[in-house]
């Protein structure tokens, strides 16, 4: 009897990371988990969107640093196709320097992967009930940025686009190549470029990669 109660409430998540292992070994934990069934995965955001497109899934777990269509982007354009879906983020990069940005783009919550799992578990819960999941340090920053955004750092001030156009000419991709891939021109990609550069009071696509590592953004 328990049982088909539980089925019932089950929470049919998408693990969204292009990392076969970090996908295997989160479904090997969820397994556990009584009401968590991992219903479809994907390597990239095209197939992400496909899985979206079914209506099949209750929580999307997504990396944001995806070869191809990035997860900011992905997270973009889930939003579009289905706004009430909540999209978890799960990220190798510290929470400080993208969650309050991604929270803002309609993020459901943020976790760096080196979370305990069980804070996994807790967060898709959360955000499965339409809550927000924040950790508490998360909180207390987003609190800042709210109250007074005058010691913002110079990437937050960047516009989504102009973010993922700031950390790939920061880890060396070439204009041409970034319009290819994010479908633009390349006279759109160097405007993007020059906004960034004046946003940033940057010189050169060097000043660039030195700000992201520094600040923790690439690796």
């Given at each position: 009897m328990q049982c088909h109660e539980t089925h019932?409430?089950?929470?049919?998540?998408?693990?969204?990371?292009?990392?076969?292992?970090?996908?295997?070994?989160?479904?090997?934990?969820?397994?556990?988990?009584?009401?968590?069934?991992?219903?479809?995965?994907?390597?990239?955001?095209?197939?992400?969107?496909?899985?979206v497109r079914k209506g099949e899934v209750d929580v999307v777990?997504?990396?944001?640093?995806?070869p191809g269509q990035g997860g900011v982007d992905t997270l973009a354009a889930i939003r579009a196709r289905a706004p009430d879906l909540p999209v978890?983020?799960?990220?190798?990069?510290?929470?400080?320097?993208?969650?309050?940005?991604?929270?803002?783009?309609?993020?459901?919550?943020?976790?760096?992967?080196?979370?305990d799992p069980e804070e996994i578990v807790r967060a898709i819960r959360t955000v499965y009930r339409g809550r927000k999941y924040v950790t508490a340090s998360m909180a207390e920053r987003l609190a800042e940025s709210l109250g007074g955004g005058g010691d913002k750092a110079p990437h937050e001030l960047l516009s989504e686009?102009?973010?993922?156009?700031?950390?790939?000419?920061?880890?060396?991709?070439?204009?041409?190549?970034?319009?290819?891939?994010?479908?633009?021109?390349?006279?759109?990609?160097?405007?993007?470029?020059?906004r960034v550069m004046e946003k940033m009071q940057l010189e050169s696509n060097s000043d660039l990669t030195y700000y992201a590592l520094k600040n923790g953004l690439i690796q």
């Open positions: 019932a409430h089950m929470i049919r998540i998408a693990i969204v990371d292009d990392h076969a292992i970090v996908r295997a070994g989160l479904r090997q934990f969820f397994a556990d988990q009584v009401d968590f069934v991992v219903a479809a995965e994907a390597a990239n955001g095209r197939e992400a969107l496909d899985i777990l997504l990396d944001i640093s995806m978890l983020i799960l990220s190798g990069f510290a929470e400080e320097h993208y969650a309050t940005a991604l929270l803002r783009q309609g993020a459901s919550g943020y976790l760096n992967k080196d979370c686009r102009e973010l993922q156009v700031f950390l790939r000419l920061a880890q060396g991709e070439t204009i041409g190549h970034m319009a290819e891939s994010m479908s633009l021109s390349v006279k759109t990609v160097s405007t993007y470029r020059t």
